[in-house]
T-cell receptor
Framework: DAKTTQPPSMDCAEGRAANLPCNHS???????VYWYRQIHSQGPQYIIH???NNETNEMASLIITEDRKSSTLILPHATLRDTAVYYC???????????FGQGTRLTINP | GAGVSQSPRYKVAKRGQDVALRCDPI?????LFWYQQALGQGPEFLTY????????KSGLPSDRFFAERPEGSVSTLKIQRTQQEDSAVYLC??????????????FGAGSRLTVL
């Protein structure tokens, strides 16, 4: 019953922008888009979230389409340390659990 | 501490043994979550506490799994009579109370359980 669809893997050159897509065509009006990442042998790490406006923080930018059916996480200048599995999660604000899918395995190449 | 601390980091158990995994959440974080992550898979929700109250245990796979948080801080996940299919990384996460913070979880590094 996954609410999101992500490509299983992506590659990006170091120093370039990494653009990770996420499809969430069944998103409801009260649901937010959250992004987490999981570096090998670590727990997941929160990156960013948004409702309908684009968001930016020190880690990444989140671009949400006007119809909210898809979004893109942008790492503007990818480094080798950005190699991780990236999870896109759709959930209502204040929901008591996050449902993780399979995520996208992003590999940053030197 | 600054983060969520889990112990032990690694545990090897013989099939049929009981194990206990500990989680120290970030001080002041009201919400605490346990997740199970099998190799190559995303984390799967097990249970959720708000303070000492276990509000959701729908993800616990069987009655061999039990979690508690008696004083609303440290939590323990106990697995009785371990089976090989219990082998996984068990992740603990905590978050602040309130709508804005509720879904911003801070995860620990996890406890890797291997059942022989």
């Amino acid at each position: 019953d996954a609410k999101t669809t992500q490509p299983p893997s992506m590659d990006c050159a170091e120093g370039r922008a990494a653009n990770l897509p996420c499809n969430h065509s069944t998103i409801s009006g009260n649901e937010y888009v959250y992004w987490y990442r999981q570096i090998h042998s670590q727990g997941p790490q929160y990156i960013i979230h948004g409702l309908k406006n684009n968001e930016t923080n020190e880690m990444a930018s989140l671009i949400i389409t006007e119809d909210r059916k898809s979004s893109t996480l942008i790492l503007p200048h990818a480094t080798l340390r950005d190699t991780a599995v990236y999870y896109c999660i759709v959930t209502a604000q204040g929901a008591q659990k996050l449902v993780f899918g399979q995520g996208t395995r992003l590999t940053i190449n030197p | 501490g600054a983060g969520v601390s889990q112990s032990p980091r690694y545990k090897v158990a013989k099939r049929g043994q009981d194990v206990a995994l500990r989680c120290d959440p970030i001080s002041g974080h009201v919400s605490l979550f346990w997740y199970q992550q099998a190799l190559g898979q995303g984390p799967e929700f097990l249970t959720y506490f708000q303070n000492e109250a276990q509000l959701d245990k729908s993800g616990l796979p069987s009655d061999r799994f039990f979690a508690e948080r008696p004083e609303g801080s440290v939590s323990t996940l106990k697995i009785q009579r371990t089976q090989q299919e219990d082998s996984a990384v068990y992740l603990c996460a905590s978050s602040r109370q309130g709508a804005q913070g509720a879904n911003v979880l801070t995860f620990g590094a996890g406890s890797r359980l291997t059942v022989l």
